[in-house]
């Protein structure tokens, strides 16, 4: 069975422009969260989904949103970059017992 | 107090010696605990996971939960090169069950 997979892998932006990155959950899974990890740090949460709905948010602006498919598939969009966006923004798959499952991750530089 | 917290190290092992990576955690309510290993430039990868008080084993990998002293912690036995790696402790933080907070990591080399 495919994992998690998230697509861009690699994108370079300037600052002030838009970005979305796209996951798709382990087959069967209905939760995607999404993380953003920086150098040197541990992932951040920033938004779950489930069946659709948003069940949580993290200390993210509101440049962030996200959004999840009937397919369970989710985006994250981010406005306006600012050079602090940079970083590998990782989207789980959730099981049964909480634990997360990531995909490779999408790597974002803002110039 | 964060939430948890991790010696960022370098820690480094000679190979096949014994790998200890400690964590701690400040929600006494807690009841799940992860750890998980990240490569340089990859994602994380989940290694263990622990619910119980005691010790969780899974081939080389032993994981301890003390949950009143709040301690959790990953040993790596017969450590090898390829356990070099950054590993992650995660705990369900506020008191739910979809929301994991991270440490910063431990950072592991282990030496030929």
């Known amino acids: 069975d495919a994992g998690v997979t998230q697509s861009p892998t690699h994108l370079i932006k300037t600052r002030g422009q838009q970005v979305t990155l796209r996951c798709s959950p382990i087959?069967?899974?209905?939760?995607v969260s999404w993380y953003q990890q920086v150098l040197g740090q541990g992932p951040q949460f920033i938004f779950q989904?489930?069946?659709?709905?948003?069940?949580g948010r993290g200390n993210f602006p509101d440049r962030f949103s996200a959004r999840q498919f009937p397919n369970y598939s989710s985006e994250l969009n981010v406005n306006a970059l600012l050079l602090g966006d940079s970083a590998l923004y990782l989207c789980?798959?959730?099981?049964?017992?909480?634990?997360?499952?990531f995909g490779e991750g999408s790597r974002l530089t803002v110039l | 107090q964060k939430e948890v917290e991790q010696n960022s190290g370098p820690l480094s092992v000679p190979e096949g010696a014994i790998a200890s990576l400690n964590c701690t955690y400040s929600?006494?309510?807690?009841?799940?605990f992860f750890w998980y290993r990240q490569y340089s430039g990859k994602s994380p990868e989940l290694i263990m996971s622990?619910?119980?008080?005691g010790d969780k084993e899974d081939g080389r990998f032993t994981a301890q939960l003390n949950k009143a002293s709040q301690y959790v912690s990953l040993l790596i036995r017969d450590s090898q090169p390829s356990d070099s790696a950054t590993y992650l402790c995660?705990?369900?933080?506020?008191?739910?069950?979809?929301?994991?907070?991270f440490g910063k990591g431990t950072l592991l080399t282990v030496n030929p």
């Open positions: 789980a798959s959730t099981g049964a017992a909480g634990e997360l499952f």
């Open positions: 087959s069967g899974h209905k939760s």
């Open positions: 989904y489930y069946e659709k709905e948003e069940r």
């Open positions: 929600d006494r309510g807690s009841q799940s």
């Open positions: 622990i619910y119980s008080n």
């Open positions: 995660a705990v369900p933080s506020g008191g739910s069950n979809y929301k994991l907070t």
